[in-house]
């Protein structure tokens, strides 16, 4: 942390002013007594001692990372406006709130995040800032959640962590996220399409805003193109022999569903692995609902009946910027569009 008082109850910001070594400082949320740590090789800061209750989680264990990244918003946004906070506290009913950097001028705040925390919480502070009416930022980590496996041009093909599936947008079809990247002084935005039958691989377009170039509004595009990728037999087979490793019996639930339709795996539908974009979103497999959806078509259930079944079990990622009007939207649009495949084959 970088924001404390000292025993007159002033403020230092230990990015900003002279700080004297062993003085008294106390945490400005939990009033705790907090050590000022003079840095070499990374910024001077405070910290509090081990053990501490301090109810911010982010001060417990504070990462050289987020020190870092902490100071470089500050200093960037210091240059370019008038008043700019870091470790800016706000009330929102009864508890108190920390922003890693806020933007007064601008009423934008930046959170940082490379420690994974519970959906819970992330929706939480998310709503806190919805309260106080601050525009929030969230940036989460690229360097930690995101690997970059191969690259073809422009085309990116990633695999990422649960945890980005938390920070997910979707709009008009499309699927994106925001993050920084630590090592190279970066604001990045990603736009995924669908790729194979892997939980979070995805295919992607990665834009690069350097920190010195960063102002607002960000202004990243969205592609208009579709690289959502065809779904092969390969694929399918081999996610199924996959399945197969972990349970060979009908109670297997993909297994089953093969069964139960009479379905032989040496001669699946075409119908079945059709890729979607908003595949991304979900957590139900692919392969799981379209069977489902296949065997219910094949039973002469109307369209009607088919939305809401599958309105029940298509189950969907938490992500704080997909609420119900978003999955209903999503929802609707993929079980038309196979719908409409169904009915033509
Ligand atoms: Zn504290």
Redesign the pocket.
Known sequence: MYIAYNNNGEICNAIEDDIIKGGEYI?P??K?K?IYKKGRKIQSHFA?SKN?N???TT?KKESKEHLEVKKNLYQHFKNKYSDVQVEYIFKIDDSLQIADVYLVDKNIAFEYQRSVIPYDSIKQRTLGYEKAEIKLVWLIDVNKFVKELRKSNEILYIRYAPFVDNFLNYHKGCIFFYGYDYENKAIVFYQLWSYNLKKRNAICKKTVCKLGDVDFPLNFKISKDNLLSQIYRKDIENYIYVQLKYDKTVKNKLLGMFYNQRIELTNIPKVIGINFNEQLLFNTPLLMWQLEMYRLYNLGKSYGEIFCKLGNYIKFNSSIYINSRIKSHALEKVVKEYYKILVNT
Do not use: M, P
């Open positions: 945490c949320l939990c705790n907090v509090h501490n301090c109810k911010i001060y």
